[in-house]
């Protein structure tokens, strides 16, 4: 493209990004931030200190772009050749174009992924553990931070459910939200002495990470809150009080339970996030506006309603079930390689 088509497609980027309130909430933050008093309340300086950093990495590389193409705008009417310059600023733009993309409400969130086994057995734990495995490996190549919140093994072989969040990147939760829905896998079983061809399924629900008050406005009347004592083998104390807890948001029948924490005050506030971040997920799906309209999640149905399909034998492939994405490379995304699906 030439200058001046690469100028129309970032002035009008910026238009989408809302670029001049952007620049204003940025320097609103950082007078927060200034403040000498900003620290006295640090869980609400923190919450303020990634709502900046976010807001900061989603427009300050369009400025610089934008900065840059009015830079080479001013050489060319000197008569200067810039066409190398050109070519960066339009790869620039390209993988910044992708990112416009993200524009749900909660895309800037963290994410918290949930795995669990579905139907098949020994072989669904099995590929229960293969998917975290997957995301796993695309986080370490994207250089995110993860942090396991619960894990419980299966009984023969890989997990029966997992609950992890990943962050690090501007736009974790838009990257991943597409994952959510079952992963149905076709291959020779392992676990079979036959050697029979088995088909597993594993649900893996993305949500939000929901951090600041006020995202989702729980009623505390609607949730139900339980004590219970935990299980596993956990360190001193943790099994010998009531220190798990069960919290179920009553109109949907959504119930989260926490028990790997030491205390039950850290378990509730592990399992108010999840829930809460359970909550946002479902009512960016429902495209409803309030909690109160939400219609809890059909499981039954769930484990008959694939987004994806990974077939090891007789063939190789992996392949979207609305034919967004197809690939035979079923052993490269199941090591991480999931940015070809993402922009798919």
């Not at 009008?12 to 200034?34: F, P, S, W």
């Not at 996030?273 to 960016?284: D, F, M, V």
């Amino acid at each position: 493209m030439n200058i001046n088509e690469l100028k129309t497609k970032v002035d009008g980027a910026l238009d989408k990004l809302d670029i001049d309130t952007a620049k204003k909430q940025l320097l609103e933050l950082e007078e927060q931030m200034a403040s000498p008093d900003f620290w006295g309340n640090s869980d609400q300086a923190q919450v303020t200190t990634k709502r900046h950093s976010v807001l900061k990495n989603k427009v300050e590389p369009w400025i610089i772009l934008d900065s840059d193409l009015n830079d080479l705008i001013e050489l060319q009417d000197l008569g200067e050749d810039i066409s190398r310059q050109l070519q960066q600023l339009e790869e620039a733009y390209k993988k910044l174009e992708i990112n416009l993309r993200f524009d749900g409400q909660y895309d800037t969130n963290d994410a918290i992924i949930t795995i669990q086994s579905g139907a098949g057995g020994t072989d669904a734990q099995d590929w229960a553990q293969m998917l975290q495995r997957m995301y796993l490996r695309w986080a370490e190549k994207q250089k995110l931070k993860v942090q396991i919140l619960s894990e419980t093994q299966g009984e023969e072989a890989g997990i029966k459910n997992a609950t992890m969040t990943i962050s690090g990147d501007t736009y974790t939760y838009g990257k991943l939200r597409k994952e959510h829905g079952v992963h149905r896998l076709v291959r020779m079983s392992p676990f079979n002495s036959g050697g029979t061809r088995e088909t597993s399924f594993a649900m893996v629900e993305v949500m939000p990470s929901i951090d600041e008050p006020g995202q989702i406005d729980l009623d505390p009347s609607e949730l139900k809150i339980d004590t219970f004592r935990a299980g596993g083998n956990g360190g001193q104390s943790v099994n010998t009080t009531d220190s798990a807890v069960r919290i179920t948001h009553i109109p949907t029948a959504i119930s989260v339970s926490m028990q790997n924490e030491k205390s039950q005050i850290q378990n509730k506030a592990a399992a108010m996030k999840i829930l809460s971040s359970r909550l946002a997920q479902l009512k960016e799906e429902q495209h409803k506006d309030k909690l109160s309209e939400l219609k809890g999640p059909n499981k039954e149905a769930a484990w008959g309603n694939q987004i994806r399909n990974y077939v090891l034998h007789p063939y190789k492939m992996v392949k979207n079930a609305d034919g967004s994405f197809e690939s035979s490379d079923v052993e490269g995304v199941l090591d991480g390689e999931l940015n070809p699906l993402i922009e798919s």
